[in-house]
């Protein structure tokens, strides 16, 4: 019994099944061998602070809300500073966020 609202300004045509099998994809994920081998780096992908694997999150670049998947390409370490304020800001906001984020090399003015 299937029923999409398809008058949604944000149609991405999600549905729960769709958003837990990602989320259950994320989990597997992150159970790999892969996703290990990322962490141990110990750098987070947006602002490229050293965080050890512990405390690195899995973060979807595309949210699954936002019809992201959870495959290799879409998926990245992220510091728990990242993680939050990707959670709180708007995307506006988190673009700005990572401008003043990332890899200092703008700082020798
Ligand atoms: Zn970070």
Redesign the pocket.
């Known amino acids: 019994m299937k029923r999409r609202k398809s008058l949604k300004p944000f149609a991405y045509d999600l549905e729960e099944s769709d958003l837990k099998r990602e989320r259950r994809k994320a989990r597997e994920l992150r159970e790999s061998q892969w996703w290990k081998r990322r962490v141990a780096r110990g750098r987070?992908?947006?602002?490229?602070?050293s965080?050890p694997p512990g405390e690195l999150t899995i973060d979807h670049i595309v949210p699954i809300a936002r019809g992201g998947k959870s495959t290799r390409g879409n998926v990245v370490p992220?510091?728990k500073?990242?993680n939050n304020a990707k959670k709180q800001l708007l995307p506006m906001e988190w673009e700005e966020y990572l401008k003043n984020?990332g890899p200092r090399t703008n700082d020798l003015k």
Request: aromatic content about 8%; glycine content about 8%.
């Open positions: 987070c992908h947006y602002c490229g602070a965080t992220c510091c500073s990242c984020a």
